[in-house]
């Protein structure tokens, strides 16, 4: 599975970002897609999920701000980041899990939120 990120970029706390993640290589509805970030010095962290059922899932953290979505038809999914924080600023990493296990991984996007 092949999987490209795009839509990052520098914001203004408080205004909305979307995220594309694009994948091929493996069929689209069968995977869970996934969305993580890092943030300079720290962990990877989950952000949101989204199952080959269309149940989804957030971290806490983003719950209420951020919408996780998919289209099978474009083999895409998305993340709509509402109200943005300065400590949402990270490099956000897509990622999809097929039904025998694993997960593969995007070269990641930046979004960066300025106070």
């Known amino acids: 599975v092949q999987l490209k990120e795009s839509g990052g970029a520098v914001v203004q706390a408080g205004e909305s970002l979307k995220l594309s993640c694009a994948a091929s290589?493996?069929?689209?509805?069968?995977?869970?897609m996934g969305w993580y970030r890092q943030a300079p010095g720290k962990q990877r962290e989950y952000v949101a999920l989204?199952?080959?059922?269309?149940?989804?899932n957030y971290a806490d953290s983003v719950k209420g701000r951020f919408t996780i979505s998919r289209d099978n038809a474009k083999n895409t999914v998305y993340l709509q980041m509402n109200s943005l924080k300065p400590e949402d600023t990270a490099v956000y990493y897509c990622?999809?899990?097929?039904?025998?296990?694993?997960?593969?991984w995007g070269q990641g996007t930046q979004v960066t939120v300025s106070s």
């Open positions: 990622t999809a899990m097929p039904l025998g296990g694993g997960a593969y």
């Open positions: 290589g493996s069929r689209f509805s069968s995977l869970s």
């Open positions: 989204i199952t080959r059922g269309d149940t989804t």
